[in-house]
């Protein structure tokens, strides 16, 4: 019965985690939740390093921090049910089940880290400290990149609205979680531990952590950038809300896509003017004869850009693209997808007899090259990324190597329709505001169903559409120009310096408490 509760409890905080990163009753983020809740699975791994065990120390831990975060990855992700059963058609015990097994393979990360740090946390507080933020930032950090990656819900996505906002231009989402971890190891040192001084001590530590940023704001006269304007731009955002059920039917959504953004094409009168992700949702060949010829044709004559979304192939291969149209270009500009989504733009090997039970368009799309050329226009560098590419900060870093050549704004076009009108959309929306405040750049966003909308530099939403409507969002957006230190470092040598140094403290701690233990002996 106590096993059931412990179990039951650290559910529960897993789930509190997920709903910090977008509250199911709001979509707000919530900072305040993710510290608690990660608090208290590090409150529960120091109690396991001084309590007696039947079985070693280290399985007990790796077992909750797998409790905890099988339930915070299928509380963030469980909206995947949707697109496989509502969508797909795949039964709903099956696509249950996928979830499932999904969170609970990619909860393993976590589980290795919590019984890492219980197996090898010192004694002394500040090296126990910085283990949990290491082992816990490189669990973060795997999960981003191993197997093409699926880090949705990071931890530091719960922080876009909160004072740890300040560290994201520094070091990005997983500094800002690898910070966040040190306030929980912290927190739960205030409770655990025994003595006046070492309390205080580990709760000076964490309000300065967390009080840092508005410190530094009190003795600023003005906000201090790192990056400058590049003057406004005047857009028009498209929102089609075609049923994601009546996309790709012939006599549908298809029908109905192919003419209602023809027509808001063909009368739009911003300077820049932007569809979602596959709004026209045929292959450019099978468009009807001479539709993207009117496009190009109404912007090459025009003092206006369009950039249009579809896939494109030749029967053999296959992209998903977003083409600008605009005067004085011979050819259109042209942006390849690179992050492939597995399952639903490629099939992992010996993963085909999955997708085969599913009735979802699925293909073996080509990848786009990394860092490909942004589109120029109005004296700005406007850098696209499709659906969730966006989650890539690394990948979208790649495009600041050259700072004279970097984006001032940055594009993301999706189709969130796949998954119903949940709590994906407020999610994705968090994971956009994290790439602007990381990158001090505008992220726009053209999608479907939402969140189409505008956020400014500081990771601010200026301009929004309902979601779940069709509609027109007319807005503008501040261009930068600039690098902010994380766009610098990411730039150059991606999220390896992280890797380093959460390696490098999880190799040196233990080693330091082997030395002490001799020198002890």
């Excluded at 997920?18 to 900072?31: C, D, E, K, T």
């Excluded at 003057?231 to 994601?244: K, S």
């Excluded at 300077?271 to 026209?280: G, N, Q, R």
Aim: include cysteine; hydrophobic fraction near 50%.
């Amino acid at each position: 019965m106590k096993t059931l509760a412990r179990s039951l409890g650290f559910g529960l905080a897993g789930l509190a985690q997920a709903a910090s990163i977008a509250a199911p009753w709001n979509g707000r983020p919530l900072w305040w939740l993710q510290l608690i809740s990660l608090a208290l699975l590090a409150w529960q791994l120091a109690a396991l390093r001084g309590r007696a065990q039947a079985r070693p120390a280290w399985r007990s831990a790796a077992l909750y921090g797998w409790l905890f975060s099988t339930a915070w990855l299928c509380g963030t992700f469980w909206w995947l049910f949707v697109s496989m059963h509502t969508y797909g058609g795949l039964a709903a015990p099956l696509a249950a089940v996928a979830v499932l097994a999904l969170a609970a393979a990619l909860a393993l990360y976590y589980a290795a880290a919590a019984a890492f740090y219980v197996a090898f946390a010192p004694v002394r507080r500040a090296g126990a400290v910085l283990l949990f933020a290491a082992a816990w930032t490189l669990a973060e950090l795997l999960r981003n990149s191993l197997f093409t990656g699926f880090p949705w819900g990071a931890g530091g996505y719960a922080h876009v609205d909160g004072p740890l906002s300040f560290y994201a231009p520094w070091v990005g989402v997983y500094g800002v979680g690898a910070v966040a971890a040190a306030i929980a190891a912290l927190v739960a040192a205030v409770v655990h531990d025994q003595g006046r001084g070492k309390r205080v001590m580990a709760l000076a530590l964490a309000l300065v952590l967390l009080g840092a940023p508005a410190l530094v704001a009190a003795v600023r006269s003005a906000p201090d950038e790192a990056t400058l304007s590049r003057g406004r731009l005047e857009l028009a955002l498209l929102q089609g809300n075609i049923p994601q059920d009546e996309k790709f039917i012939p006599g549908g959504g298809v029908a109905t896509a192919l003419q209602w953004y023809g027509e808001q094409l063909l009368r739009a009168t911003a300077p820049l003017v932007i569809t979602p992700e596959t709004a026209l949702p045929l292959l450019g060949s099978q468009l009807p004869p001479g539709y993207l010829d009117a496009i190009a044709a109404r912007y090459a004559n025009s003092a206006q850009t369009a950039i249009v979304g579809l896939p494109l192939g030749d029967g053999r291969v296959y992209t998903n693209t977003v083409l600008g149209f605009g005067p004085g270009r011979s050819t259109p500009y042209r942006y390849d997808k690179h992050h492939l989504v597995p399952f639903g733009e490629f099939v992992p090997g010996l993963f085909r007899w999955f997708t085969d039970m599913m009735n979802i368009p699925l293909g073996d799309f080509q990848s786009g090259g990394l860092a490909q050329r942004p589109l120029a226009w109005q004296g700005q560098r406007i850098a696209p990324n499709i659906c969730y590419e966006d989650l890539f900060g690394d990948e979208i870093g790649a495009n600041f190597r050259d700072e004279s050549q970097a984006p001032t704004v940055l594009l993301n076009v999706s189709n969130i329709a796949w998954f119903g009108d949940t709590i994906a959309i407020d999610q994705h929306l968090a994971i956009s505001r994290m790439r602007a405040l990381e990158f001090q750049r505008p992220m726009v966003r053209a999608t479907n169903t939402g969140a189409t909308a505008v956020i400014d530099h500081r990771g601010r939403v200026t301009h929004a559409l309902p979601r779940l409507t069709r509609g027109v969002l007319v807005a503008s957006v501040e261009g930068r120009a600039g690098l902010t230190p994380y766009a610098f470092w990411v730039s150059r040598f991606g999220l390896w310096p992280l890797w380093g140094l959460a390696l490098a403290i999880m190799a040196a701690v233990p080693l330091f408490l082997r030395r002490a233990s001799r020198t002890a002996g």
